[in-house]
């Protein structure tokens, strides 16, 4: 996949200052992005601020990116529609590659509806860092748990272009992990998340 850069002298890449292994050091664990994907109501929020503090709990620096939080700030400019979401995961993944870049461990809770986008996302973060994470819970459970009435506002066509009602959902091929939150409880998950990055990145 090819990312466009802009094409202008007036802007030069500089080495990454600081040395990675002195970050490693002071972090006692590797970067990571752990992009969470998944349906409206899947539990990606729940489940990556959950991780977080078993994170902190134990001393690993690391960092929530919620789609809900991105988009009433730096991403508040941006609508639904397919070049406005690509936009809006083409930016987080550059501020999860940021964070990575600091040492910090980032849980990125998007929908992120295109496997193209979060193909581009992988590209940006760094194979070595980007970890895909799909919670699988199905539309008629989602829509179930949705307190804020959202799929039925959808559906009554209140709310346009909404993600597995009048927008696709391309469902990951190969994620490098798959949770079915329909099935399995948030602890359940929590767990084994935290007990997978700490056997690869702490």
Same mark, same amino acid.
């Given at each position: 996949?090819?990312?466009?850069?802009?094409?202008?002298?007036?802007?030069?890449?500089?080495?990454?200052?600081?040395?990675?292994?002195?970050?490693?050091?002071?972090?006692?664990?590797?970067?990571?992005?752990?992009?969470?994907?998944?349906?409206?109501? &899947?539990?990606? $929020?729940?489940?990556?601020?959950?991780?977080?503090?078993?994170? +902190?709990?134990? @001393? /690993?620096?690391? =960092? *929530?990116?919620?789609?809900?939080?991105?988009?009433?700030?730096?991403?508040?400019?941006?609508?639904?529609?397919?070049?406005?979401?690509?936009?809006?995961?083409?930016?987080?993944?550059?501020?999860?590659?940021?964070?990575?870049?600091?040492?910090?461990?980032?849980?990125? &809770?998007?929908? $992120?509806?295109?496997?193209?986008?979060?193909?581009m996302a992988? +590209?940006?973060? @760094? /194979?070595?860092? =980007? *970890?895909?994470?799909?919670?699988?819970?199905?539309?008629?459970?989602?829509?179930?748990?949705?307190?804020?009435?959202l799929y039925?506002?959808?559906?009554?066509?209140?709310?346009?272009?909404?993600?597995?009602?009048?927008?696709?959902?391309?469902?990951?091929?190969?994620?490098?992990?798959?949770?079915?939150?329909?099935?399995?409880?948030?602890?359940?998950?929590?767990?084994?998340?935290?007990?997978?990055?700490?056997?690869?990145?702490?």
């Amino acid at each position: 996949m090819h990312i466009s850069t802009p094409e202008t002298r007036e802007i030069t890449r500089h080495a990454i200052r600081g040395d990675r292994d002195v970050r490693r050091a002071l972090l006692h664990q590797r970067p990571a992005t752990l992009w969470l994907t998944g349906l409206s109501g &899947a539990g990606k $929020s729940t489940v990556a601020y959950a991780l977080e503090r078993c994170l +902190l709990g134990e @001393g /690993h620096a690391s =960092f *929530v990116l919620d789609g809900d939080e991105i988009r009433r700030g730096l991403n508040r400019d941006l609508g639904f529609s397919p070049v406005d979401r690509s936009e809006n995961i083409r930016r987080s993944a550059e501020v999860a590659k940021l964070m990575n870049d600091s040492g910090i461990i980032v849980i990125a &809770a998007f929908i $992120s509806p295109y496997r193209e986008d979060r193909a581009m996302a992988r +590209l940006l973060v @760094g /194979h070595d860092r =980007f *970890v895909e994470v799909f919670l699988a819970a199905d539309a008629i459970t989602c829509e179930q748990r949705d307190t804020k009435g959202l799929y039925a506002k959808a559906r009554a066509g209140v709310i346009p272009e909404f993600t597995g009602i009048s927008a696709p959902y391309e469902v990951p091929t190969e994620p490098d992990l798959s949770f079915d939150t329909a099935v399995q409880s948030v602890d359940c998950v929590v767990t084994a998340l935290f007990d997978w990055v700490k056997s690869h990145y702490c």
